[in-house]
T-cell receptor, first 118, second 114 residues
Framework: GAVVSQHPSWVICKSGTSVKIECRSL??????MFWYRQFPKQSLMLMAT?????????EQGVEKDKFLINHASLTLSTLTVTSAHPEDSSFYIC??????????????FGQGTRLTVV | QQQVKQSPQSLIVQKGGISIINCAYE??????FPWYQQFPGKGPALLIA?????SEKKEGRFTISFNKSAKQFSLHIMDSQPGDSATYFC?????????????FGKGTRLSVIA
């Protein structure tokens, strides 16, 4: 299957600082990438849908000024948590959907980023 | 709102037994049904998937059964092993989805005990 690389795997930051998480599709082009947040023992909560070259579409209740998403190329999307606070501590996961062919139905996930804000 | 309902929330199975996880969807606007396996601290990994024109799909010890008329689908894990202990998510993809995300169930925590 296709590979989605997410970096970093974990990060600890001080309250008030910003953290950038990268999501890369390594062997396919992804027109669309999705960002999720997952709380312990819960399902994935969609935060936003990111399309290459355009503004992200945020889900209701997600602050777009706090969670900045950039999808500058077909293989890279970034999520920046700005002015992070302890309540932003969570597991963040990206997903990429391949464009065209048989693969365009499947969504491939990164390994996730554990963010801890202290 | 499109929903996928998953049950049970948690499941304990003896090693060698069959694990069964069920999902149901509420409308017919889905055309692809994947199952994901997630280990603690990792992202979900695609396990097996089915389209609604097929009633069953088998890959090794994993089988999806699909009942289109009942709008239900289930994952069967045969000869369950301790290494299968993980959280399993069913999902559904809306038709003509373009950039529409998958709809996920709430997950099932499977524990396979020796």
């Amino acid at each position: 299957g296709a590979v989605v690389s997410q970096h970093p795997s974990w990060v600890i930051c001080k309250s008030g600082t910003s953290v950038k998480i990268e999501c890369r599709s390594l062997d396919f082009q992804a027109t669309t990438m999705f960002w999720y947040r997952q709380f312990p023992k819960q399902s994935l909560m969609l935060m936003a849908t990111s399309n290459e070259g355009s503004k992200a579409t945020y889900e209701q209740g997600v602050e777009k000024d706090k969670f900045l998403i950039n999808h500058a190329s077909l293989t890279l999307s970034t999520l920046t948590v700005t002015s992070a606070h302890p309540e932003d501590s969570s597991f963040y996961i990206c997903s990429a959907r391949a464009t065209g062919g048989r693969m365009n139905t499947e969504a491939f996930f990164g390994q996730g980023t554990r963010l801890t804000v202290v | 709102q499109q929903q996928v309902k998953q049950s049970p929330q948690s499941l304990i199975v003896q090693k060698g037994g069959i694990s069964i996880i069920n999902c149901a969807y509420e409308n017919t606007a889905f055309d692809y049904f994947p199952w994901y396996q997630q280990f603690p601290g990792k992202g979900p990994a695609l396990l097996i998937a089915i389209r609604p024109d097929v009633s069953e799909k088998k890959e090794g010890r994993f089988t999806i059964s699909f009942n289109k008329s009942a709008k239900q689908f289930s994952l069967h894990i045969m000869d369950s092993q301790p290494g299968d202990s993980a959280t399993y998510f069913c999902a559904a993809r809306p038709k003509h989805s373009g950039n529409t995300p998958l709809v996920f169930g709430k997950g099932t925590r499977l524990s396979v005990i020796a």
